[in-house]
């Protein structure tokens, strides 16, 4: 039998070895793509403790204890993309559609702002319904009833012309992930007509057009290797975004994706760690995802670095209907309503929950 060789490196790296890339990391707030490979495929779990003791070490440094929140207010699950991971893709015939109208958008709003949230995030599937002219009365509404709250806006990929009107109207932040840095990778997640290209064409707008930008990617998506998630570090630090959000794949039952693998826990708080070093003031959510596949997800990323989390401010009735995948939390602590016991668990930890717009220190301000 012929035996392939073997590089060194695939055989691990040694702990003193990883402990100086870390380091370098935090000194540096790069690496190369062969040194972020090795650190993501040579993980340990004492790497990871010690990764995540530096990376709450700057959290501290910059944000303090505080852990900021976002309403989140999933306004329609239509949704004309058909990306085969995602629960209210277009072919999912059994999801059940909603949509809210603009006064039950305002009325999450005021219940949201009543229960100390001073950012909205609309979030929604890419649903024509909502043309140019409907969102930006709905967002100009918004700005002249909540005057001291940041709008956050995801609703996927429209023109330059579209974001500028949105930003003008009133917006502030837009999240959009990338999903993934990777063309080919790209490709094996969604259908022809989407391209990671064009995705981050439309981070480039929205930066340029003076949005906070939030993007992000998912872990252990099906196909994903460590090359990709090296690619992924590699683009954040070239967008250098004010927010960075991401979460581990989970499977949802009616997508061609069914019955591939979830992305772990570990990966997930790993990468959160290393994206904390990376950018030091950038805001990191404890996504829904991560809560979703472990009961102290959230906690144990804050513990990673992550200094973020936005509970759901949908209408109750409409909550189960947001299922990007499967056992998606939407009540219990994740609810809105239960600001205080989030905050108690919180508190567990030694964080605790702030009353603010909760913006990002990264202004492109050179420090
Ligand atoms: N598992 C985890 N995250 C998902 N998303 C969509 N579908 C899934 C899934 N099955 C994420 C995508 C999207 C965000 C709103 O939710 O990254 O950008």
């Known amino acids: 039998m012929m035996r392939h060789h073997v590089h060194p490196k695939d055989r691990g790296l040694s702990e003193a070895e990883g402990k100086a890339l870390i380091d370098?990391?935090?000194?540096?707030?790069?690496?190369?793509?062969?040194?972020?490979?090795?650190?993501?495929?040579?993980?340990?779990?004492?790497?990871?403790?010690?990764?995540?003791?530096?990376?709450?070490?700057?959290?501290?440094?910059?944000?303090?204890?505080?852990?900021?929140?976002?309403?989140?207010?999933?306004?329609?699950?239509?949704?004309?993309?058909?990306?085969?991971?995602?629960?209210?893709?277009?072919?999912?015939?059994?999801?059940?559609?909603?949509?809210?109208?603009?006064?039950?958008?305002?009325?999450?709003?005021?219940?949201?702002?009543?229960?100390?949230?001073?950012?909205?995030?609309?979030?929604?599937?890419?649903?024509?319904?909502?043309?140019?002219?409907?969102?930006?009365?709905?967002?100009?509404?918004?700005?002249?009833?909540?005057?001291?709250?940041?709008?956050?806006?995801?609703?996927?990929?429209?023109?330059?012309?579209?974001?500028?009107?949105?930003?003008?109207?009133?917006?502030?932040?837009?999240?959009?992930?990338?999903?993934?840095?990777?063309?080919?990778?790209?490709?094996?997640?969604h259908p022809e007509t989407l391209s990671a290209s064009h995705r981050q064409k439309c981070l480039w707008d929205l930066k340029e057009i003076g949005y906070q930008v939030g993007t992000g990617f998912m872990v252990g998506s099906p196909y994903q290797t460590a090359e990709n998630l090296a690619d992924d570090m590699l683009f954040l630090k070239e967008l250098n975004p004010q927010m960075v959000g991401i979460g581990p794949f989970i499977p949802h039952h009616d997508t061609p994706f069914a019955h591939m693998p979830a992305g772990t826990l570990e990966l997930?708080?790993?990468?959160?760690?290393?994206?904390?070093?990376?950018?030091?003031?950038?805001?990191?959510?404890?996504?829904?995802?991560?809560?979703?596949?472990a009961e102290d997800g959230r906690e144990r990323g804050i513990l990673a670095g992550a200094n973020v989390v936005m509970p759901n401010l949908s209408p109750t009735e409409v909550r189960e209907n947001y299922l990007l995948y499967d056992n998606k939390l939407c009540t219990g602590d994740e609810a809105a309503e239960s600001l205080k016991s989030l905050d108690q668990r919180f508190r567990a930890i030694g964080y605790h929950i702030a009353i603010s717009r909760g913006d990002s220190l990264n202004q492109e301000i050179p420090d």
């Open 24 to 189: 370098r990391l935090e000194e540096t707030r790069s690496l190369s793509r062969g040194e972020w490979t090795d650190l993501i495929r040579g993980r340990t779990p004492a790497l990871a403790e010690y990764l995540f003791g530096r990376a709450r070490k700057i959290r501290v440094r910059h944000y303090g204890t505080e852990v900021y929140i976002r309403g989140l207010i999933e306004f329609t699950n239509y949704c004309r993309n058909d990306c085969y991971y995602c629960g209210i893709r277009k072919s999912n015939k059994n999801a059940v559609r909603y949509r809210l109208t603009r006064d039950q958008i305002l009325s999450c709003c005021e219940k949201g702002y009543r229960l100390g949230f001073r950012t909205f995030v609309l979030q929604g599937g890419e649903d024509r319904w909502f043309t140019e002219d409907r969102m930006t009365g709905i967002i100009s509404e918004i700005r002249r009833r909540f005057p001291d709250c940041a709008i956050t806006l995801s609703i996927g990929e429209l023109s330059r012309g579209s974001y500028r009107r949105f930003f003008e109207a009133g917006a502030d932040r837009y999240l959009l992930r990338h999903e993934t840095y990777d063309g080919v990778h790209y490709a094996r997640l």
């Open 268 to 293: 997930t708080l790993f990468m959160l760690g290393l994206i904390r070093l990376m950018l030091p003031k950038v805001l990191l959510p404890a996504t829904t995802a991560l809560g979703t596949i």
